[in-house]
């Protein structure tokens, strides 16, 4: 990203040369005036860094927190007295895998099952090898672990959250995002209320205390309860001040500041964190630390400043100008007093008109066929790209011995899907690079499939989990510059909000390896191909006048080709039938003279 102090506007220029200016109508149009990619810019770009790390850390941390050896047998207190080996224990007590049972669970021996022996007394008899005839019976007196892989013992580990309990890591993960459903209508409703940033420094706050009461818990219940009000801060901790960041940056730098930072800042954050949890090896203090980077929030008021699209949202004009003025002698410019005088009027008749507006709510989208389709699909959509995001995520610790540097590589796969957005996603659409990002998810799902397990397989995943990456990307301003102006921040939340029920799903597709090892790379293969030809199904929204009204939104698309690809010049954006009515091809298509809206500016 290059940032640095902002050449005078051209409209500026031209200004104080007597020329006319472009009329001062919204936030953007006076963006270029105090500097749209300054130096102050460049400072909430790297304020962003720690809330970004606060981010991952609160996705990504209790997937440590509940990590279990994949080398765990039944306990024999019998051969426990006795002073030998691990590998004496195993051959005279537990059950050997088949070979199928073995390269499914990465073990040599059953996890759930021993054997039904008096064993000192084999053991004094001399034999030291099991007949496989004897009777067999689940395990009884809990679970040995071998933390030669996995340096430290989890709380799964420790409540022996395995065979027939291995479902509660699952649960605990699902509580934590039904807080991220009751967080998000809470900490949503101060946003809109009270303020950006008092709604980020209260919900980093309770991330913050609510991971530290994590490292008390001693039962599931305790657990589940702390990680389901950790949930509450998840999304809205980072988001806020994203968006606020991306509003204060002009237009033409967004999608490459959007892209890159939380490329840059989430790669880092969840890179490391494999690392942060071997070398401290202890899931106590492990919530502890990755708590550490939610104490920056307290700096919010001090550090952030309010959004100016929320000041005039709640009427504040004055205060917006106030943010702005901060904005121009940071960056070093000079804006005239009539600029803000005329930026002061718009907003008002904005407001004005805005009043007129706040009577459609979010089941007027449901109220015409066509832009109800549309809405259930990108609802559909999103779910599926949830839920095959979390899928990977957490298929990670079935899939190598070394749980750590896969998911260490699997993490870094969001900066070469910031850098790929970055460059091709203004070139050659959202439709279909969402649909060859989830393509490219599902081949690379089957292919990990077919493959042994070893590097070669964990190498597949991580080539499926790139595409999800990028599809993820793609869906945050997908609906947002689909959806009509009027309903448009009702839509996305209702969209985000039912997302959330994919994040509770997710951990239990993992499950499935429960029932037979590869069922989750074959679920989540199918369901990213299902979501990639859903793609399909949606209008593209590259350089197209986006809808302001309901009945605009329920005709946006329907003159556009399947076959329109942005990026060839040969293909035809319009249906044929369209372009014969009309005279020529690719009428009305006018990149120069569209409107782009970014999901960060709701």
């Known amino acids: 990203m290059t940032v640095g102090v902002d050449s005078p506007p051209v409209a500026a220029t031209k200004a104080e040369e007597g020329e006319t200016r472009p009329k001062i109508e919204t936030f953007d149009d006076i963006l270029p005036y105090v500097g749209e990619a300054g130096r102050y810019q460049l400072i909430l770009f790297i304020i962003l860094l720690p809330f970004t790390f606060v981010y991952a850390f609160l996705y990504f941390t209790q997937f440590f927190l509940t990590l279990v050896p994949n080398e765990h047998w039944c306990k024999v207190p019998d051969l426990d007295k ?3 080996t691990d590998d004496e224990k195993l051959r005279l007590s537990i059950p050997r895998a088949n070979e199928k049972e073995a390269q499914e669970g990465l073990f040599d021996y059953l996890k759930c099952e021993m054997y039904d022996q008096n064993f000192t ?10 007949n496989s005839s004897w009777s067999r019976i689940p395990c009884q007196y809990g679970w040995n672990f071998n933390y030669s892989s996995i340096p430290y013992a989890s709380i799964a580990s420790e409540l022996e959250w395995v065979c027939d309990k291995s479902y509660l890591s699952s649960a605990a993960q699902s509580a934590f995002f039904i807080g991220s459903i009751i967080g998000g209508l809470i900490f949503g409703y101060i946003a809109d209320h009270y303020g950006r940033i008092p709604a980020l420094v209260s919900c980093n706050a309770v991330g913050f205390f609510a991971s530290i009461a994590t490292s008390f818990c001693n039962d599931f219940w305790t657990f589940a309860l702390a990680r389901l009000v950790v949930g509450t801060s998840f999304d809205n901790c980072f988001n806020i001040l994203f968006i606020i960041v991306i509003e204060y940056v002009g237009p033409k730098y967004r999608t490459l500041v959007a892209n890159m930072s939380f490329g840059l800042y989430f790669a880092a954050a969840a890179g490391l964190l494999p690392w942060i949890a071997y070398w401290i090896a202890d899931w106590r203090m492990l919530s502890w630390v990755t708590a ?12 952030a400043p309010e959004s100016a699209r929320w000041y005039l949202m709640a009427g504040k004009v004055d205060k917006a100008i106030e943010m702005l003025k901060k904005f121009e002698k940071v960056n070093g410019k000079k804006v005239k007093p009539e600029i803000y005088d005329e930026f002061e009027k718009s907003c008002n008749v904005m407001m004005e008109r805005d009043k007129k507006l706040n009577n459609y709510t979010v089941f007027d989208l449901f109220t ?18 949830v839920l095959t995001f979390d ?11 070394d749980v750590f540097t896969s998911f260490s590589l699997a993490s870094l796969t969001e900066l070469p899907a910031a850098v790929l957005l970055a460059l091709f996603l203004d070139k050659w659409g959202r439709r279909w690079m969402g649909f060859a990002s989830m393509l490219i998810c599902g081949i690379f799902s089957f292919v990990a499939l077919a493959t042994p397990e070893g590097t070669i397989k964990v190498a597949m995943a991580i080539m499926a989990r790139l595409g999800v990456n990028v599809a993820a990307n793609i869906g945050f301003q997908y609906a947002a510059e689909m959806l009509p102006t009027v309903v448009r921040a009702q839509g996305v939340s209702l969209i985000h909000i039912i997302g959330y029920f994919a994040h509770i799903i997710g951990p239990y597709v993992v499950y499935l390896a429960e029932i037979q090892r590869d069922l989750p790379l074959l679920v989540l293969g199918l369901i990213s191909l299902a979501d990639a030809l859903l793609t399909l199904t949606l209008p593209e929204t590259l350089d197209q006048d986006l809808p302001e009204t309901l009945q605009e939104g329920n005709d946006f698309g329907k003159e556009q080709s399947f076959w329109w690809i942005p990026c060839i010049s040969s293909s035809h954006e319009k249906k044929p039938k369209y372009r014969r009515k009309i005279g020529k091809e690719n009428a009305g298509y006018d990149p120069g003279s569209v409107v782009k809206i970014e999901s960060t500016k709701l």
């Open 121 to 130: 007394a084999l053991w004094e008899s001399g034999i030291r090898e099991a």
């Open 82 to 84: 006795l002073n030998i």
């Open 391 to 401: 899928g990977h995520v957490w298929n990670m610790k079935l899939l190598h011995r």
């Open 292 to 303: 550490l980077p939610l104490i920056t929030a307290f700096l919010g008021p001090w550090i």
């Open 368 to 385: 015409k066929p066509r832009l109800a389709r549309i809405t259930i699909v990108l609802v559909i959509y999103w779910l599926l790209m």
